[in-house]
Antibody, heavy 116, light 107 residues
Framework: EVQLVESGGGLVQPGRSLKLSCVAS????????MNWIRQAPGKGLEWVAY????????YYAETVKDRFTISRDNAKNTLYLQMTSLRSEDTALFYC?????????WGQGVMVTVSS | DIQMTQSPSLLSASVGDRVTINCKAS??????LNWYQQNLGEAPKLLIY???NLQTGIPSRFSGSGSGTDYTLTISSLQPEDFGTYFC?????????FGSGTKLEIK
């Protein structure tokens, strides 16, 4: 069974940093690209970043480019999102999702709240 | 960026009804259009990928159609578990983009 479990969220002050993790199981992690997707409270879905299976291709939404860094460790079956210079508008539930035919499997999400 | 315009934003329907949700892309997205269902407090669930391919385990009352820039999700006979919010999603080009969602509620 495919499972994706996010962690690392919490309350952080504006301008500070936070690193999210997503541990994958139930499939060969190193064979798949992965996405981070977020959802602000009561709002729609926003794609954040993508990384290919071997980390050769990386793409970001303009809203997070130069502030967020996606990475992965295939030996640990783990996806990361390093977030810096956080803003109040980054407050959201962050999902990791496997990139197959778009995004087929999603984790349950981890909440990030940016507030002073 | 490709904009995805989804309609309606709110849809009231009854169990047994046939409903359709529409999504219009600002440019051709070829076949790369997915539909997701999200229930309150849960992660989105993939229903249909690449226009009309039913994800494993999804009931056949769900179907998708369309081409080019215009796409439709149809639920042939609404069941109680179908109420929630639906999103379209294009994965033809970066940045990937979602529609704004359709909340399907009980009439």
């Amino acid at each position: 069974e495919v499972q994706l479990v996010e962690s690392g969220g919490g309350l952080v002050q504006p301008g500070r940093s936070l690193k999210l993790s997503c541990v994958a199981s139930g499939f060969t992690f190193s064979n798949y690209g992965m996405n981070w997707i977020r959802q602000a409270p009561g709002k729609g879905l926003e794609w954040v970043a993508y990384i290919s299976s071997g980390s050769s291709y990386i793409y970001y939404a303009e809203t997070v480019k130069d502030r967020f860094t996606i990475s992965r460790d295939n030996a640990k079956n783990t996806l990361y999102l390093q977030m810096t210079s956080l803003r109040s508008e980054d407050t959201a539930l962050f999902y990791c999702a496997r990139h197959l035919t778009g995004s087929d499997y999603w984790g349950q999400g981890v909440m990030v709240t940016v507030s002073s | 960026d490709i904009q995805m315009t989804q309609s309606p934003s709110l849809l009231s329907a009854s169990v047994g009804d046939r409903v359709t949700i529409n999504c219009k892309a600002s440019q051709n997205i070829n076949k790369y259009l997915n539909w997701y269902q999200q229930n309150l407090g849960e992660a989105p669930k993939l229903l249909i990928y690449n226009i009309n391919n039913l994800q494993t385990g999804i009931p056949s009352r769900f179907s998708g159609s369309g081409s080019g820039t215009d796409y439709t999700l149809t639920i042939s006979s609404l069941q109680p578990e179908d109420f929630g919010t639906y999103f379209c999603f294009q994965h033809n080009s970066w940045p990937l983009t979602f529609g704004s969602g359709t909340k399907l509620e009980i009439k």
